[in-house]
């Protein structure tokens, strides 16, 4: 289960997403070291990690993190 904990070392992708200053949400269809892209109804976009708060959601759970933290390659984070 995902927690605000444990968010870091799951895979981001699939999860429904929002980002603070940004209106639109969607779901996260791939990541890299700097950028999540998300698909949205609006069509797909790339957000900045860093300097947003972001919000996750897998079923009922949900979790919000610093971009920050999520910084750096999906496999690097697990290493950290």
């Known amino acids: 289960m995902i927690t605000q904990e444990n968010i870091r070392l799951h895979e981001l992708v699939g999860l ?4 603070s200053g940004y209106i639109r949400e969607g779901m996260v269809i791939d990541e890299t070291k700097n950028m999540i892209l998300l ?29 920050e933290s999520l910084a750096g390659r999906p496999h690097e984070r697990l290493k950290r």
């Open 16 to 19: 429904a997403a929002s980002a």
């Open 39 to 67: 698909d949205t109804a609006a069509g797909r976009i790339m957000l900045p990690k860093a300097g947003r708060l972001w919000r996750f959601a897998s079923g009922r759970t949900s979790c919000t993190v610093q971009g």
